[in-house]
């Protein structure tokens, strides 16, 4: 069975542009949680995508908005880049709401400048 | 918001010797979650022990779960060079909110 894949795996954007990452979830896999990871902590949690549907959201602002298609693949759309969301973004993938844990891509590394 | 306090936030030991991380966290859990990352990739999921379990092994790992004190621990045993990664404990908060909460993570360097 194929991984989790992101795309692209490195990005330089300018400040107030917008940037689109895409993520294909594992084979057997309905559900996609994006995540953002600042150099020296843990994740933090973005949104979960179950079936299509917003399962769950963190304390993100709106600019951060998400995206899962009929094959479970899944999109982050982060508009009015700032500097501080330069960040590793990881996408996710499970069956049923993580209940069996999750499967993490190698993850997208932003720089916002 | 992190709810997982992780302790030690860095060890360093010899080939060969034990590990041991901890983990503290704050709310009502369905299970807690393990994962190592290396040098700031993707996170690869280690072990899941649920809220009435208290015990779990795989391989050279063991973690443990008391609810009642709201705590865990990871112990690698013999370990390797290659554990040499980060390692992040992950809550489950009850109510199925399809959050996971990480804490800041524990560094582990291994010397051969």
């Known amino acids: 069975e194929t991984g989790v894949t992101q795309s692209p795996t490195h990005l330089i954007k300018t400040r107030g542009q917008q940037v689109t990452l895409r993520c294909s979830s594992q084979s057997g896999h309905n559900t996609v949680s994006w995540y953002q990871q600042a150099l020296g902590q843990g994740p933090q949690f973005i949104f979960q995508y179950y079936r299509e549907e917003e399962n769950g959201r963190g304390n993100f602002p709106p600019r951060f908005s998400g995206l899962q298609f009929p094959n479970y693949s899944s999109e982050l759309n982060v508009n009015a880049l700032e500097l501080d969301d330069s960040a590793l973004y990881l996408c996710?993938?499970?069956?049923?709401?993580?209940?069996?844990?999750?499967?993490f891509g190698s993850g997208t590394r932003l720089t916002v400048v | 918001s992190q709810q997982g306090e992780e302790d030690p936030q860095a060890l360093s030991i010899q080939e060969g010797e034990n590990a041991t991380m901890n983990c503290s966290y704050k709310t009502s859990i369905n299970n807690l979650q393990w994962y190592r990352q290396n040098s700031g990739r993707g996170l690869v999921h280690l072990i899941l022990i649920r809220s009435n379990e208290r015990e779990k092994h795989s391989g050279r790992l063991r973690v443990t779960l008391d609810t009642s004190k709201k705590s865990s621990s990871l112990l690698i045993t013999a370990s390797r060079a290659a554990d040499t990664a980060s390692y992040f404990c992950a809550t489950d908060e009850s109510g199925n909110t399809g959050k996971l909460i990480f804490g800041q993570g524990t560094t582990l360097q291994v010397k051969p």
């Open positions: 996710a993938s499970s069956r049923d709401r993580g209940y069996y844990g999750y499967t």
